[in-house]
């Protein structure tokens, strides 16, 4: 297939064959109205359990803050990083998370992005933060030093 790249190419046409000529007309207005009514869909801030917290429940709620535009939350929960293997994952309309069954302990890494029905689809997501469920007390210490205190 040939390529014309100014009215001039035109000129070397051959007799006989066969040409497809497209012509795309846009509007400026409508292409405009459409480009400035599509806003990315913000990224929610993650706000508990804090980075790198310990908590000692098994079922620690999730919190992070409302977006403006979004129609609903993906929350995702793995025990790796890159979340190549989601523990859980659920969609929901309000900006908080408690898992319905207790989670075991163990470390976890959550993160949650937004979804806007307004033109943004889905935000991006941010940097996962991780909490460690720690359920079981501590051992009562073993008085040593000094004797008969």
Same mark, same amino acid.
């Given at each position: ?7 001039? &190419?035109?000129? *070397?046409?051959?007799?006989?064959? #066969? ?7 846009? !509007?400026?207005?409508? #292409? ?5 009514? /599509? ?6 801030? #993650? /706000? ?6 310990? *908590?000692? =429940?098994? =079922?620690?709620?999730?919190? @992070? ?12 929960? !793995? ?18 998370? =408690?898992?319905? =069954?207790?989670?075991? &302990? ?10 806007? #029905?307004?033109?943004?689809? @889905? !935000?991006? @997501?941010?940097?996962? @933060?991780?909490?460690? *469920? ?10 040593? &030093?000094?004797?008969?205190?």
């Amino acid at each position: 297939m040939q390529k014309f790249g100014c009215m001039n &190419d035109f000129m *070397v046409l051959r007799k006989k064959s #066969l040409y497809f000529l497209f012509i795309i007309l846009l !509007s400026s207005s409508l #292409l405009s109205n459409n480009i400035t009514n /599509i806003k990315a869909t913000t990224t929610p801030t #993650l /706000i508990s359990p804090a980075d790198a917290s310990y *908590v000692t =429940t098994s =079922t620690p709620t999730a919190t @992070w803050s409302s977006v403006s535009g979004a129609t609903d939350y993906h929350i995702q929960l !793995s025990l790796v990083s890159d979340f190549s293997t989601i523990m859980g994952e659920d969609y929901i309309t309000s900006t908080s998370y =408690t898992p319905a =069954t207790g989670l075991p &302990d163990n470390t976890y890494y959550w993160r949650v992005r937004a979804h806007s #029905l307004s033109g943004g689809g @889905w !935000s991006l @997501w941010p940097t996962a @933060w991780t909490f460690t *469920v720690d359920t079981a007390a501590p051992a009562t210490p073993t008085l040593v &030093d000094p004797n008969n205190f």
